[in-house]
């Protein structure tokens, strides 16, 4: 059951009946964290996990202390708190560090005692080619701000560029500037947005107008933009009497920040089964979207919210090593710690078109759409490596590469793609900010447990004679019924006097053996004579039943 946002009535979720894809965001609450799924036609195209112990997310801002200057990398490694000292690049302080810096000190030393930067005295823009060492000295403090999440034995990369993102801005504080997305590419739009913001925004505090903006009216973006002022007062406020290591300034968590990023026209529903996320996200729209509070529907269903939108069945079978292509085909994907490589296999394809060429165009073609896929669904950055089968034709591969390059429009990470090699691979670089996502959707194994070990299969047969004497015996069974694999259900009913026979002579009942080729090697199974399976003792719980029975015979 989904309870709408906009009524609070409990309604179904209607199929979808416009042509224009559907766009469903779906929150599923756990223990660690929130499990983020964005549908595109209820198709899995984006995952994240968004954990309750992560303190070291993009977009954080931090009090940081220089701890160790490196002339050689033009860098320095500042502690913010975290386990491993974070990188900061002489290349990521930005034209307004100079006037950061100054205006940390200030505040810190309570000379500066309002937030607005109105009265402040911009320095002149930082050198692109000075040194670290003439900049960072150790045990300097620093505001600085993530621009890359923890990867692996790394720290989080930091940048000195301090900037607030809105759902419509971004604003950055010591500048001018009003930059304009490039995806606005009507002229007329991009004067009108620029002559707005520059009527609204306040002194010494440039803006980056998103590409969202562009139809917006301007009580729109006026409220963005009070939005960010008043997060940066708050910034202010906390750093006056802030320690080193304090985080300052905390970016939106995943969820919050896809919505603001993501919202848009084109989004039908958000589903969430958690009523605090719900509660917290409904108050969220009201702020920045009132028109979207109806989209927003709490789920209350007894079937898990991810087991009902048929998620979980896509998770196992996206993030696994293959990954079969639609219409035939499959993708190899394996991860390394210096790039990722995806090869593209025909499968059974081959024999459906008339000649080589042909085939891996067409296997190609369906593959790029899966890659440009797992690419946004695992959230893989840095350097991918995609091995194309063959082509001889220039024309087709120029149509594999622009097929890449068109279904990767919509993600939002930057991205490079390089021309299809004559030896048909394809690099790509994309924006890494975090880990990429990583599920395992293998299972443990039920013969071994997990171990890679079974029990001797030379015991399994005197495991079965105890559980059979066990039963007959102690328990006075009869009529039951042996599950065992096919080799073992040969050995005990083959041969003139086979060992069901023997069974029968010794203990005057007969037991029916029956062949199941869904059991491991050493597994069986047995059921009484109504078919129920019998739940059998451990063979040690059964040999020490059967030693006590000779012990009391013997007495």
């Given at each position: 059951m989904?309870?709408?946002g906009?009524s609070g009535?409990?309604?179904e979720?209607?199929?979808?009946?416009?042509?224009t894809?559907?766009?469903?965001?779906v929150?599923?609450?756990?223990q660690?964290?929130?499990?983020i799924?964005l549908?595109?036609?209820?198709?899995l195209?984006e995952?994240?996990?968004?954990?309750?112990?992560?303190?070291?997310?993009v977009?954080d801002?931090?009090?940081?202390?220089v701890k160790k200057?490196?002339?050689g990398?033009?860098?320095?490694f500042?502690?913010i708190?975290?386990?491993?000292d974070a990188?900061?690049?002489y290349?990521d302080?930005g034209e307004?560090?100079?006037s950061?810096?100054?205006w940390?000190k200030?505040?810190q030393s309570?000379?500066?005692?309002v937030g607005?930067?109105?009265?402040?005295q911009?320095e002149?823009p930082l050198?692109?080619v000075?040194?670290?060492a003439d900049i960072?000295?150790?045990?300097q403090?620093?505001?600085?701000?993530?621009v890359?999440?923890?990867?692996?034995?790394?720290?989080?990369?930091?940048?000195?560029d301090?900037s607030?993102?809105g759902r419509y801005?971004?604003l950055?504080?010591?500048?001018?500037?009003i930059?304009?997305?490039?995806?606005?590419?009507?002229?007329?739009?991009?004067e009108r947005?620029k002559?707005?913001?520059?009527?609204?925004k306040?002194?010494?505090?440039?803006?980056?107008?998103r590409?969202?903006?562009?139809?917006r009216?301007v009580a729109e973006l006026?409220?963005?933009m009070?939005?960010m002022?008043?997060?940066?007062e708050q910034?202010f406020?906390?750093?006056?009497?802030a320690?080193?290591r304090?985080k300052?300034?905390?970016e939106?968590?995943?969820?919050?920040?896809?919505?603001?990023?993501m919202l848009?026209e084109s989004?039908?529903?958000?589903?969430?089964?958690?009523?605090?996320m719900y509660e917290?996200?409904?108050?969220?729209?009201?702020?920045?979207a009132?028109d979207?509070?109806?989209?927003?529907?709490h789920?209350?269903?007894?079937v898990?919210?991810?087991?009902?939108?048929?998620?979980?069945?896509?998770?196992k079978?996206?993030?696994?090593k293959?990954?079969?292509?639609?219409?035939?085909g499959y993708?190899?994907?394996e991860?390394t710690e210096a790039?990722?490589v995806?090869?593209?296999?025909?499968g059974n394809?081959s024999n459906?078109?008339?000649d080589?060429e042909?085939?891996a165009l067409?296997?190609n073609l369906?593959?790029?759409?899966?890659?440009?896929?797992?690419l946004?669904l695992?959230?893989m950055?840095?350097?991918i490596?995609?091995?194309?089968?063959d082509m001889k034709?220039?024309d087709?591969?120029?149509?594999?590469e622009d097929a890449?390059?068109?279904i990767?429009?919509?993600d939002?990470a930057r991205?490079?793609?390089?021309?299809i090699?004559?030896?048909?691979l394809l690099?790509?670089?994309r924006?890494?900010?975090r880990?990429?996502e990583?599920?395992?959707?293998?299972?443990v194994c039920p013969?071994?447990?997990g171990t890679?070990?079974?029990?001797?299969?030379i015991?399994v047969t005197?495991?079965?004679d105890?559980?059979?004497?066990?039963?007959l015996v102690t328990?006075?069974?009869?009529?039951?019924?042996l599950y065992?694999?096919?080799?073992?259900?040969?050995?005990?009913t083959k041969?003139l006097v086979?060992?069901?026979?023997k069974w029968y002579?010794?203990?005057?009942k007969?037991?029916?053996v029956?062949?199941?080729?869904?059991?491991g090697?050493?597994?069986y199974?047995i059921e009484?004579?109504r078919?129920e399976?019998?739940?059998?003792?451990s063979?040690?719980?059964?040999m020490?039943?059967l030693q006590?029975r000779?012990?009391e015979i013997?007495?």
């Amino acid at each position: 059951m989904w309870v709408s946002g906009g009524s609070g009535a409990i309604q179904e979720r209607d199929a979808v009946t416009t042509d224009t894809l559907s766009n469903e965001l779906v929150i599923n609450s756990t223990q660690e964290g929130e499990r983020i799924a964005l549908l595109q036609d209820k198709r899995l195209i984006e995952y994240h996990f968004d954990r309750n112990d992560t303190n070291y997310s993009v977009g954080d801002i931090f009090l940081g202390t220089v701890k160790k200057v490196m002339p050689g990398l033009n860098a320095a490694f500042i502690d913010i708190g975290y386990q491993k000292d974070a990188f900061l690049h002489y290349g990521d302080l930005g034209e307004q560090f100079p006037s950061l810096s100054k205006w940390v000190k200030g505040v810190q030393s309570q000379k500066i005692t309002v937030g607005a930067l109105k009265n402040f005295q911009l320095e002149g823009p930082l050198d692109k080619v000075g040194k670290a060492a003439d900049i960072f000295k150790k045990g300097q403090q620093l505001l600085v701000q993530i621009v890359k999440e923890p990867i692996s034995t790394k720290g989080p990369r930091l940048s000195t560029d301090i900037s607030m993102a809105g759902r419509y801005l971004v604003l950055v504080p010591f500048s001018n500037t009003i930059s304009i997305s490039k995806k606005i590419v009507s002229k007329t739009e991009r004067e009108r947005l620029k002559r707005l913001i520059a009527s609204i925004k306040p002194d010494n505090f440039g803006v980056i107008i998103r590409t969202v903006a562009e139809g917006r009216e301007v009580a729109e973006l006026d409220k963005d933009m009070q939005s960010m002022v008043a997060n940066w007062e708050q910034l202010f406020q906390t750093l006056r009497t802030a320690k080193e290591r304090d985080k300052i300034l905390g970016e939106l968590g995943r969820t919050s920040s896809m919505l603001r990023d993501m919202l848009n026209e084109s989004f039908d529903a958000i589903t969430v089964d958690s009523t605090a996320m719900y509660e917290e996200m409904h108050g969220y729209l009201e702020k920045i979207a009132p028109d979207k509070v109806n989209l927003l529907k709490h789920y209350t269903g007894k079937v898990k919210l991810f087991e009902q939108a048929n998620i979980e069945k896509q998770l196992k079978t996206l993030f696994g090593k293959t990954v079969t292509v639609p219409g035939g085909g499959y993708l190899v994907i394996e991860h390394t710690e210096a790039l990722h490589v995806i090869d593209v296999n025909s499968g059974n394809k081959s024999n459906q078109e008339s000649d080589q060429e042909a085939t891996a165009l067409a296997v190609n073609l369906s593959a790029a759409k899966e890659v440009a896929r797992q690419l946004r669904l695992r959230d893989m950055g840095g350097i991918i490596v995609v091995d194309f089968i063959d082509m001889k034709s220039p024309d087709s591969r120029k149509k594999v590469e622009d097929a890449v390059k068109d279904i990767m429009k919509s993600d939002k990470a930057r991205f490079t793609i390089l021309p299809i090699t004559k030896f048909g691979l394809l690099q790509i670089t994309r924006q890494r900010v975090r880990p990429a996502e990583n599920i395992v959707t293998g299972e443990v194994c039920p013969t071994c447990g997990g171990t890679g070990k079974i029990s001797a299969s030379i015991l399994v047969t005197d495991e079965i004679d105890n559980s059979i004497e066990d039963l007959l015996v102690t328990q006075n069974q009869s009529g039951i019924t042996l599950y065992v694999h096919p080799f073992l259900h040969a050995y005990y009913t083959k041969g003139l006097v086979s060992k069901q026979m023997k069974w029968y002579l010794k203990y005057y009942k007969w037991v029916k053996v029956v062949k199941d080729t869904s059991l491991g090697l050493t597994d069986y199974r047995i059921e009484d004579e109504r078919g129920e399976e019998i739940e059998l003792h451990s063979p040690a719980a059964a040999m020490a039943r059967l030693q006590d029975r000779e012990i009391e015979i013997t007495d």
